[in-house]
């Protein structure tokens, strides 16, 4: 067991891939000599070769497109998407044809491909440089999406998208990137809990928090502060966004009957939307009270200045909590 | 042969049509062309009559295809009729393990990789998104984004080029295509990395409505050069001229010199698809010019010049048209639909909880139907 980085430990988890099996690329902007601009391909290519460590042209639609045939001739690559924000000019190619080849093709062709993004916001960054388009890939079938919040779950969960024989795509809170932890390298893939499975980051019996990613942290903090008011938060580190783990959610929701679910993309649409609607359907008659959004408004990413007040933190997560325990809230006499 | 045809910055491109590289004229007279010449040496009349009756066979496929979605059999058909030169020209310069990125309209180039008769109909009568295994032909699943193929075809040459083999990656796209980010990304990445690809770029004038000028302000051949790959400009109806060009692309990008662009001039003779009216967007005496240039008929010329179309070769490829026909007829009307549940295959490799909850759901449904039909 060592202490890392979660970008140390996404770098292990590459280099160990890549040490495995030789089909493994990694490919993207700036990730040979540099490292990568968050130095999480660090040494990869001084290791690996440029052939195997592929600097590439600076164009999103090229570096998914060629990754496409790439894994259709047999390799398994790992593209990084050097920002949030620079998804989307490839977002036709992961759409139209990442998700739907497998689809397209009846199951002849697999696209074992592994779409790497540092993800989110809380690093005062410019613009394009915190978004949280996770939604957008949650809504196309034929993708998996995850989402990690330690570095031992980065570790793991990317060997495990790298194994993967359908696409994954794969969110990387930025703000955790230099947040340490104990990771176990040795341990197998193959018998760690699947990435598909969320994971009860802290058992409680009030509320249930679900949330993913860097907020998981802000639940975490919430539920200590919740401690000092005698309430019990149990939070849900969901970990994979498609699919969800419902059995693990439900289970939950049944013993609290309370849920608050919290993430930074904005609201209308989003993950959040779909969390609240399938519990409301899976657990209706177990819930107490409406289920409550915690979320970052329907803005444009704003301004670094600004972003703590899009970003929900801990205040925000335990105003909720309130409201779906009927106590004073921020919402308290407000006509709704 | 690193060549650069010889464009003309001047040429209007909807007319200049002449401003390619030929060895067939369009009366059907064989002329030589100094860089083209030495790649059809080996082919004499018998190899011409077989390049004669693919074409005459794809333009049957596609008449068949036009006819069964006028009856209704097929959802839509994209008609690639006055561009055969094209497709079997260039695709019968791949080698079987080479490997072919098709668009929608590329019906000869599966036709040419041994595509079968259920395969040029079933996709488009709605049975499945493809219907043959990419793997076998060793041809793409046909793309109906506009140039998103290209990407895949450099990125399938990078793979070749890391496996030390010596196949060569073929990207087909048309004049439209060459508007769209991802082809000139493919370009951009195909020179930077020297991988074995070639570009084939069926220019055949029409985007939908669009006139090729709305795409293009000079020669699309023109372009390539500025990426550092060579190109040249060819007469698609001229099917030899196709095939010396496409071996000469194909060979430069075996031996390890990179990729090469073709530019085909051809025609559209119908519509974009079906569902379009090319008469509410362009003049009869255009198709008119068009189908004095039939990529078919001048190969008929050749052939009769050089006393190879005789009665019994002429009876020979019609019967063989005539039975193809009829199979890809039989393929659309045979069609078995795959039953309800078949939707949720294949979403995914590996089990999904959510599509296998939806599975499960949706046939708890079906079945409710079921049981109330046997009460």
């Given at each position: 067991m060592v202490q890392l980085t979660m970008a140390k430990a996404i770098n292990e988890g590459l280099r160990r891939a890549m040490a495995d099996d030789p089909k493994v690329l990694v490919m993207g902007e700036d990730i040979g000599k540099l490292g990568g601009v968050f130095r999480v391909t660090d040494r990869l290519q001084e290791e690996f070769g440029a052939k195997r460590v592929i600097d590439t042209p600076l164009a999103e639609s090229g570096i998914v497109g060629t990754a496409v045939g790439l894994a259709l001739r047999g390799f398994r690559p790992v593209v990084e998407?050097?920002?949030?924000?620079?998804?989307y000019p490839a977002f036709d190619q992961i759409v139209c044809q990442v998700a739907k080849l497998h689809y397209r093709t009846r199951g002849n062709v697999r696209m074992p491909l592994t779409i790497r993004i540092p993800w989110a916001g809380g690093v005062g960054a410019a613009e394009h440089h915190s978004e949280s388009p996770e939604a957008y890939f949650v809504h196309t079938s034929g993708l998996r999406v995850v989402a990690v919040s330690n570095p031992q779950d980065a570790y793991v969960m990317l060997r495990q998208a790298i194994a993967s024989d359908d696409p994954v795509v794969y969110f990387e809170p930025k703000r955790l990137y230099h947040t340490k932890a104990e990771v176990?390298?040795?341990?197998?893939p193959a018998d760690a809990p699947p990435m598909g499975l969320a994971r009860v980051a802290r058992e409680g019996t009030d509320v249930t928090v679900l949330t993913y990613g860097a907020q998981v942290a802000t639940a975490l903090d919430a539920a200590l502060a919740a401690e000092e008011d005698g309430i019990s938060l149990e939070v849900i580190d969901?970990?994979?966004?498609?699919?969800?783990?419902y059995r693990t959610v439900g289970a939950s929701v049944r013993k609290t009957g309370r849920v608050v679910v919290t993430h930074e993309a904005a609201r209308e649409a989003g993950v959040g939307a779909e969390l609240v609607a399938s519990v409301t359907e899976r657990c209706f008659h177990y819930l107490e009270t409406p289920p409550v959004r915690v979320t970052g408004h329907d803005i444009p990413y704003p301004p670094a200045k600004l972003e703590k007040h899009h970003v929900p933190d801990l205040d925000r997560v335990l105003d909720a909590v309130d409201r779906v325990l009927d106590r004073p809230n921020s919402l308290t006499g407000v006509e709704q | 042969m690193t060549t650069v045809h010889t464009l003309n910055p001047m040429a209007d491109l909807a007319t200049d049509v002449d401003d390619v590289a030929r060895l067939l004229t369009p009366a059907g007279e064989r002329v030589v062309d100094p860089d083209l010449q030495q790649w059809i040496e080996d082919v004499d009349t018998a190899a011409i009559q077989r390049l004669y009756r693919d074409m005459v066979l794809l333009r049957r496929i596609d008449a068949e295809g036009v006819a069964l979605q006028r009856q209704g059999q097929v959802g839509l058909w994209p008609p690639c009729q006055g561009q055969e030169a094209t497709q079997i020209g260039t695709a019968r310069a791949l080698r079987a393990d080479d490997f072919a990125f098709p668009s929608y309209r590329e019906t000869g180039v599966v036709y040419a990789r041994g595509g079968k008769p259920s395969d040029y109909v079933l996709a488009w009568r709605g049975e499945?998104?493809?219907?043959?295994?990419p793997y076998k032909l060793h041809t793409a699943t046909q793309q109906i984004i506009i140039g998103a193929q290209s990407l895949h075809a450099v990125g399938y040459a990078m793979g070749v080029q890391r496996d030390g083999g010596d196949q060569v990656a073929a990207a087909y796209f048309g004049d439209g295509a060459t508007s769209q980010g991802d082809v000139n990304e493919a370009m951009v990445f195909a020179s930077s990395f020297g991988a074995p690809v070639v570009f084939v770029c069926t220019n055949n004038q029409w985007a939908i409505s669009e006139p090729v000028s709305v795409q293009a302000r000079f020669p699309i051949a023109g372009r390539a050069p500025g990426f550092g790959i060579p190109s040249m400009r060819v007469d698609g109806n001229d099917v030899l001229a196709c095939l010396a060009a496409m071996r000469w692309a194909v060979d430069h990008a075996r031996k390890g010199r990179g990729p090469a662009f073709l530019e085909a001039v051809t025609y559209r003779m119908g519509p974009h698809t079906t569902s379009d009216d090319p008469t509410r967007y362009r003049d009869k005496e255009e198709v008119e010019i068009w189908r004095r240039r039939d990529p078919i008929d001048r190969v008929e010329a050749l052939l009769r010049a050089e006393d190879a179309f005789d009665d019994g070769f002429v009876a020979e490829v019609a019967a063989d048209a005539d039975a193809l026909a009829a199979e890809v007829r039989q393929a659309a009307m045979g069609a078995v639909t795959r039953e309800p549940l078949s939707i949720f295959d294949d979403v995914y490799a590996e089990p999904h909880s959510g599509i296998d909850e939806q599975r499960v759901a949706y046939a708890a449904y079906l079945n409710g139907f079921a049981a109330t039909q046997e009460s």
């Open positions: 998407i050097q920002f949030d924000g620079f998804v176990h390298l040795d341990v197998d969901l970990r994979s966004l498609s699919p969800v783990d | 499945g998104h493809s219907t043959y295994n």
